[in-house]
T-cell receptor
Framework: AQSVSQHNHHVILSEAASLELGCNYS??????LFWYVQYPGQHLQLLLK??????LVKGIKGFEAEFIKSKFSFNLRKPSVQWSDTAEYFC???????????FGTGTKLQVIP | DTGVSQNPRHKITKRGQNVTFRCDPI?????LYWYRQTLGQGPEFLTY????????KSRLLSDRFSAERPKGSFSTLEIQRTEQGDSAMYLC????????????????FGPGTRLTVL
């Protein structure tokens, strides 16, 4: 079955630390991958997306993710986190050409000032 | 345009009652999606509309659930004979026609309707 898994459920970092959140997918064939963020009290917002082409995608607020096909991974990175990055992060994917998006269980990031 | 809107934002109901939620997508977005999110989980896909046609439907959408998008604009999600297990956040998303080829559209989410079934 198509699935997306996030291995870190809760991450605590100090400001200025580097961030990497893991995401693995199990789709075969063409895949579209996404990272969404949900700040406290707000709705889901798209951080970045991968459809094809350059496997290193850059998103908003200094986030980036790398699509590594051989590892079925799409990890989210940020070189230096800020307190305002405290949020829940969801990795999501779908088979190319289909509309059903499957989300991971989310990673809660807490950044300590 | 202020994004996807959903009403009501909160709904408390007693078990066995029917509830209906409304979603207004971003204008000119012809695709509309419903998801359900329970505590500690990511959103789970329920159904998808392209214009007024319901094209995909999850097995999660039991016979008690029905979604409509009669004029290809707003959509409603109705739950009949609610059960306590229906308590969740119901999310709506919309997307425009893909501009970069098949499957290149991105979904934009609304704030959700939180349902509590007592």
């Amino acid at each position: 079955a198509q699935s997306v898994s996030q291995h870190n459920h809760h991450v605590i970092l100090s400001e200025a630390a580097s961030l990497e959140l893991g995401c693995n997918y199990s789709y075969g064939g063409t895949v579209n991958l996404f990272w969404y963020v949900q700040y406290p009290g707000q709705h889901l917002q798209l951080l970045l997306k991968y459809f094809s082409g350059d496997p290193l995608v850059k998103g908003i607020k200094g986030f980036e993710a790398e699509f590594i096909k051989s590892k079925f991974s799409f990890n989210l990175r940020k070189p230096s986190v800020q307190w305002s990055d405290t949020a829940e992060y969801f990795c999501a994917g779908r088979s190319g050409g289909y509309q059903k998006v499957t989300f991971g269980t989310g990673t809660k990031l807490q950044v300590i000032p | 345009d202020t994004g996807v809107s959903q009403n009501p934002r909160h709904k408390i109901t007693k078990r066995g009652q029917n509830v209906t939620f409304r979603c207004d997508p971003i204008s000119e977005h012809n695709r509309l999606y419903w998801y359900r999110q329970t505590l500690g989980q990511g959103p789970e896909f329920l159904t998808y509309f392209q214009n007024e046609a319901q094209l995909e439907k999850s097995r999660l959408l039991s016979d008690r659930f029905s979604a409509e998008r009669p004029k290809g604009s707003f959509s409603t999600l109705e739950i009949q004979r609610t059960e306590q297990g229906d308590s969740a956040m119901y999310l709506c998303a919309s997307s425009p026609p893909p501009s970069g080829g098949r499957g290149t559209d991105t979904q934009y989410f609304g704030p959700g309707t939180r349902l509590t079934v007592l």
